[in-house]
Nanobody
Framework: QVQLVESGGGLVQAGGSLRLSCAAS????????MGWFRQAPGKEREFVAA????????YYTDSVKGRFTISRDNAKNTVYLQMNSLKPEDTAVYYC?????????????????WGQGTQVTVSS
């Protein structure tokens, strides 16, 4: 079992930055691929970014490429999402996820564990 707790969300102006953190408890964190998804009001949940178990591989949805960076610190059981040049369309609840797979996954059904979410609001 893995518990995930996100933090770092908040209100920021367009063009600003936020760093989300996801602290994981439970065993074998370093063997899981990790991901971030988001869900805006009235929209379906969408994939944002993923990182392989060792951190060597990352993948991003097109809309955040060049602006967001996913990383992980396996010694701290933590995964991060650095978000720069934020836009109003980035406003959503952001969810941290853990997959039993070791490689990159982009579909929600490939992720077993989910955090409670953290709100990110970008004002124009």
């Amino acid at each position: 079992q893995v518990q995930l707790v996100e933090s770092g969300g908040g209100l920021v102006q367009a063009g600003g930055s936020l760093r989300l953190s996801c602290a994981a408890s439970g065993r074998a964190f370093s063997s899981y691929a990790m991901g971030w998804f988001r869900q805006a009001p009235g929209k379906e949940r969408e994939f944002v970014a993923a990182i392989s178990w060792g951190g060597r591989s990352t993948y991003y949805t097109d809309s955040v490429k060049g602006r967001f960076t996913i990383s992980r610190d396996n010694a701290k059981n933590t995964v991060y999402l650095q978000m720069n040049s934020l836009k109003p369309e980035d406003t959503a609840v952001y969810y941290c996820t853990a997959s039993l797979h070791t490689g990159i996954r982009t579909e929600g059904y490939d992720y077993t564990y989910w955090g409670q979410g953290t709100q990110v609001t970008v004002s124009s």
